[in-house]
């Protein structure tokens, strides 16, 4: 069975900094891993995604996410936080072949401080 | 290019009674999948839908149940409410298996008092 752990419910910085948004996941084979964010009342949209390829992965609006198969870890990256990046933030991990099912962490709630 | 669209956007329903919901996946889309959000459980996958057949289900109890239409539209119907139905559901389409991110819609608001 897959799952994905966010191990921080939420998490606060400073406008202009740096934010991390830490994913660790379990599943057997090779993973595919998305980030996806929720805005108040709304669905889910897609970030970004690791297939194949190079580790270092790079999404919509700014947001990066580092693939680590050693440590079995995707955390969402972005150099410089925007008060508007404020939201809900889930990892998830993809089925393999011949299904879609995606397994999703419990969300980490981003709060970007002006 | 129109996005993934669910009707109605809310619902408030009776314990007991069934409700149907409807995603339209985006043009080309063959694969649906449903998703219930609650804020103690999270995302939870329902069951996925491929070219009419369902592919893959979640641990719910029979009272959820689905279908696809030829042309990739879904419903999920779920009937004999209880108030523990209350969630948003969410339906999420993508071109092909696995590999490819899948694209969600605003979500359809349920609640049964």
């Known amino acids: 069975a897959q799952s994905v752990a966010q191990p921080e419910d939420q998490v606060n910085v400073a406008e202009g900094n740096p934010l991390t948004v830490k994913c660790t996941y379990s599943?057997?084979?090779?993973?595919?891993l998305f980030w996806y964010v929720q805005y108040p009342n709304r669905g889910l949209q897609f970030l970004l995604k690791?297939?194949?390829?190079?580790?270092l992965v790079k999404g919509s609006y700014g947001f990066e996410a580092e693939f680590n198969k050693s440590q079995t870890s995707f955390h969402l990256k972005k150099p410089s936080a925007l008060v508007s990046d404020s939201a809900l933030y889930f990892c998830?991990?993809?089925?393999?072949?011949?299904?879609?099912?995606?397994?999703f962490g419990k969300g980490t709630k981003l709060s970007v401080i002006p | 290019k129109a996005g993934v669209t669910q009707t109605p956007r809310y619902l408030i329903k009776t314990r007991g009674q069934q409700v149907t919901l409807s995603c339209s996946p985006i043009?080309?889309?063959?694969?649906v999948s449903w998703y219930q959000q609650t804020p103690g459980q999270g995302l939870q996958f329902l069951f996925e839908y491929f070219s009419e057949t369902q592919r893959n289900k979640g641990n719910f109890p029979g009272r959820f149940s689905g279908r696809q239409f030829s042309n990739s539209r879904s419903e999920m119907n779920v009937s004999t409410l209880e108030l523990g139905d209350s969630a948003l559901y969410l339906c999420?389409?993508?071109?092909?298996?696995?590999?490819?991110?899948?694209?969600f819609g605003q979500g359809t608001r349920l609640t049964v008092v």
């Open positions: 599943v057997s084979g090779n993973p595919y």
């Open positions: 043009s080309g889309h063959r694969s």
């Open positions: 690791y297939i194949t390829g190079d580790n």
């Open positions: 998830a991990v993809g089925s393999g072949a011949g299904s879609y099912q995606l397994t």
């Open positions: 999420a389409s993508s071109f092909q298996s696995s590999g490819t991110e899948a694209f």
